[in-house]
């Protein structure tokens, strides 16, 4: 049995734990270009070459927070030895961009200043199709887990489009935080929240953003509505046991198939960014996000590593730390499997997908009633670059 929980040391915590374990608590019952190399040629006019000047050759791009004030790092790898040219802004393609420097290798990494609170880099290639990058964190205060769903390269040599989708705990912010996310240039909010959950912490109102509410776990996370209970969990790995046998429900649920449609649906047709969210940003967020990736083509690697960028950036924020700290050590062993995200979380759900529907694309489309036409509209809109071809 979970140790009494009327303590008023430890409320804070169980507070924060009651509104994850609703965005988990499925209530299932009981627990069970280029410089080339001296020795390439592909410069000479072939069969194939103007293809080839269409794909991005970046293999991987990232910009980060440096040491310093204003100071960020940009690394890149490459497909060939390349020259690339970097320049950068404030905004994603703005055209007076400065340039900032170039190098000539398969890898490259540059420190630059930039007063940005997050700066657009675009990688210029001497062969291929550049690229845009900037920071995946927005290093929010109030909301730590809002990052950028994008700057994953697909299996085929694409890349997901950053700036066009992010995904977020709940929208909780600071006048300055909100300020922040008002100029990321998204239209639409979707929270994915129980409708108790909305209504007890409802979203900050920020102008130009259109709200709306995508109810996951529907009658089995709301209280009162024909739910059942969350069952007594006395060990750490029976709460483990738990959030994965909770993640099928993501899958299973009439409820979760019809938010998650409207979700990728109106993400498809968006005329702006896209935002979506749950409490903490890490389950029902953490499922979407695996989703879309994978129908974009990400690989599963690096689907799961998104997955688990939830412990860096909520399980191990201070306030969540601070949280579980102020429990009795017996109690904290037990809820912070319900406060971290574990691959076997994710690996519940993706089997689920692969023995009831074979593939992520047959769950979409008859698990989820997405439309082959929505998910070409899904891709159109945020990957970039040509594929590659064999």
Same mark, same amino acid.
């Given at each position: 049995?979970?140790p009494?929980?009327?303590?008023?040391?430890?409320?804070?915590?169980?507070?924060?734990?009651?509104?994850?374990?609703?965005?988990?608590?499925?209530?299932?019952?009981?627990?069970?270009?280029?410089?080339?190399?001296?020795?390439?040629?592909s410069?000479?006019?072939h069969?194939?070459?103007?293809?080839?000047?269409?794909?991005?050759?970046f293999?991987?791009?990232?910009v980060?927070?440096a040491?310093?004030?204003?100071?960020?790092?940009?690394?890149?790898?490459?497909?060939?030895?390349?020259?690339?040219?970097?320049?950068v802004?404030?905004?994603a393609?703005?055209?007076?961009?400065?340039?900032?420097?170039?190098?000539?290798?398969?890898?490259?990494?540059?420190?630059?200043?930039?007063?940005?609170?997050?700066?657009?880099?675009?990688?210029?290639p001497?062969?291929?199709?550049?690229?845009?990058?900037t920071?995946?964190?927005l290093?929010?205060?109030s909301?730590?887990n809002?990052?950028?769903?994008?700057?994953?390269?697909?299996?085929?040599?694409r890349?997901?489009?950053?700036?066009a989708?992010?995904?977020?705990?709940?929208?909780?912010?600071?006048?300055?935080?909100?300020?922040t996310?008002g100029?990321?240039?998204?239209?639409?909010?979707?929270?994915?929240?129980?409708?108790?959950?909305?209504?007890?912490e409802p979203?900050?109102?920020?102008?130009?953003?259109?709200?709306?509410?995508?109810?996951?776990?529907?009658?089995?996370?709301n209280?009162g509505?024909?739910?059942?209970?969350?069952?007594?969990?006395?060990?750490?790995?029976?709460?483990?046991?738990?959030?994965?046998?909770a993640?099928? &429900?993501?899958?299973?649920?009439?409820?979760?198939?019809?938010?998650?449609?409207?979700?990728?649906?109106?993400?498809?047709?968006?005329?702006?960014?896209?935002?979506?969210?749950?409490?903490?940003?890490?389950?029902?967020t953490?499922?979407?996000? &695996?989703?879309?990736?994978?129908?974009?083509?990400?690989?599963?690697?690096?689907v799961?590593?998104?997955?688990?960028?939830?412990?860096t950036?909520?399980?191990?924020?201070?306030a969540?730390?601070?949280?579980?700290?102020a429990?009795?050590a017996?109690?904290?062993?037990?809820?912070?499997?319900?406060?971290?995200?574990?691959?076997?979380y994710?690996?519940?759900?993706?089997?689920?997908?692969?023995?009831?529907?074979?593939s992520?694309?047959?769950?979409?489309v008859?698990?989820?009633?997405?439309?082959?036409?929505?998910?070409?509209?899904?891709?159109?809109?945020?990957?970039v670059?040509?594929?590659?071809?064999?």
């Amino acid at each position: 049995m979970v140790p009494a929980m009327n303590t008023p040391l430890i409320q804070p915590a169980l507070k924060t734990a009651a509104a994850v374990l609703a965005s988990s608590a499925i209530l299932l019952g009981p627990v069970s270009p280029a410089l080339a190399s001296t020795s390439h040629t592909s410069d000479r006019p072939h069969a194939g070459h103007h293809h080839r000047q269409q794909v991005i050759p970046f293999t991987s791009a990232t910009v980060q927070k440096a040491r310093g004030a204003n100071r960020w790092t940009v690394s890149w790898s490459s497909e060939r030895t390349q020259l690339v040219r970097v320049y950068v802004g404030d905004e994603a393609g703005e055209e007076s961009r400065r340039a900032t420097g170039l190098t000539v290798g398969r890898h490259g990494t540059l420190t630059f200043t930039s007063r940005a609170d997050r700066p657009w880099v675009k990688l210029v290639p001497a062969y291929g199709q550049p690229l845009e990058v900037t920071a995946r964190v927005l290093g929010l205060e109030s909301a730590p887990n809002l990052r950028d769903a994008g700057g994953y390269r697909t299996t085929d040599g694409r890349w997901v489009k950053y700036g066009a989708v992010y995904r977020s705990p709940a929208l909780a912010l600071t006048d300055e935080d909100a300020a922040t996310v008002g100029g990321l240039g998204i239209s639409d909010d979707y929270d994915l929240r129980t409708t108790d959950e909305a209504a007890t912490e409802p979203d900050v109102q920020i102008p130009g953003m259109a709200y709306h509410h995508l109810d996951v776990l529907g009658s089995l996370g709301n209280p009162g509505t024909g739910g059942s209970q969350l069952p007594d969990i006395a060990t750490a790995q029976e709460a483990r046991t738990y959030m994965a046998q909770a993640e099928l &429900a993501m899958v299973d649920s009439e409820s979760a198939k019809s938010a998650y449609h409207d979700l990728f649906t109106g993400l498809a047709n968006a005329e702006g960014a896209g935002l979506y969210h749950c409490t903490a940003g890490k389950d029902r967020t953490g499922w979407a996000n &695996a989703v879309l990736l994978t129908l974009l083509g990400v690989d599963e690697a690096t689907v799961t590593e998104d997955y688990l960028l939830s412990n860096t950036y909520f399980f191990e924020s201070p306030a969540i730390q601070a949280q579980l700290a102020a429990m009795p050590a017996a109690q904290r062993e037990i809820y912070e499997p319900f406060m971290r995200v574990e691959e076997e979380y994710l690996r519940s759900g993706l089997d689920r997908v692969a023995e009831e529907y074979g593939s992520m694309e047959a769950y979409a489309v008859d698990g989820l009633g997405l439309s082959p036409r929505t998910l070409a509209k899904l891709r159109a809109r945020l990957l970039v670059g040509e594929p590659t071809r064999g």
